[in-house]
T-cell receptor, first 114, second 113 residues
Framework: KAGVTQTPRYLIKTRGQQVTLSCSPI?????VSWYQQTPGQGLQFLFE???????NKGNFPGRFSGRQFSNSRSEMNVSTLELGDSALYLC?????????????FGPGTRLTVL | SQQGEEDPQALSIQEGENATMNCSYK?????LQWYRQNSGRGLVHLIL?????REKHSGRLRVTLDTSKKSSSLLITASRAADTASYFC?????????????FGQGTILTVHP
């Protein structure tokens, strides 16, 4: 099975712009979670989707949003970019709603905001 | 805020030695997962241990969990230069946490050839 894929791998934007990141989970996986990784804050949970529904959300401003499609693919959007949004954005998928399952991560999207 | 606290923050050893990393947490958990990350790339899943388990093995990896002490450890035996990476523990609290993982700050492991 192919692993979790994320596109694009690298992105450079300027302050005030918006960006959309995409995540394709492992085939058959229905839960997708998003994380932000920065040197200062480490790995922080953004949100989690299952069957097109957001089930959990981290402590991020409303500029960060996401959605999941019927094929389980997910996108996250960041509007009005700030310098502090520069980070590695990781998505992870797991097979179903059971929190006992492993989460498998994609390679990440490296976002740089200038 | 990070619920998991990892110890040590950095570990430097020679090839062939064992490496032990510790993770402590504050709340009850559903499971605890260990990940490896090489140079800012994606996270590689190593082991998941459930709250009712005490020890799990996978190849050269051994994970223990002590829920009474709210701590876990990852042991890498006979380490190799290729094991050089950052290692993270991640906690799933279960219940309405669903897929949310809370990560520690990680341990940077350097294995010298």
């Amino acid at each position: 099975k192919a692993g979790v894929t994320q596109t694009p791998r690298y992105l450079i934007k300027t302050r005030g712009q918006q960006v959309t990141l995409s995540c394709s989970p492992i085939s058959g996986h229905r839960s997708v979670s998003w994380y932000q990784q920065t040197p200062g804050q480490g790995l922080q949970f953004l949100f989690e989707y299952f069957s097109e529904t957001q089930r959990n959300k981290g402590n991020f401003p409303g500029r960060f949003s996401g959605r999941q499609f019927s094929n389980s693919r997910s996108e996250m959007n960041v509007s009005t970019l700030e310098l502090g949004d520069s980070a590695l954005y990781l998505c992870a998928s797991s097979v179903d709603a059971d929190s006992y399952n492993e989460q498998f991560f994609g390679p990440g999207t490296r976002l740089t905001v200038l | 805020s990070q619920q998991g606290e990892e110890d040590p923050q950095a570990l430097s050893i020679q090839e062939g030695e064992n490496a032990t990393m510790n993770c402590s947490y504050k709340t009850s958990i559903n499971n605890l997962q260990w990940y490896r990350q090489n140079s800012g790339r994606g996270l590689v899943h190593l082991i998941l241990i459930r709250s009712n388990e005490r020890e799990k093995h996978s190849g050269r990896l051994r994970v223990t969990l002590d829920t009474s002490k709210k701590s876990s450890s990852l042991l890498i035996t006979a380490s190799r230069a290729a094991d050089t990476a950052s290692y993270f523990c991640a906690i799933n609290a279960g219940g309405t946490s669903y897929g949310k993982l809370t990560f520690g700050q990680g341990t940077i492991l350097t294995v010298h050839p």
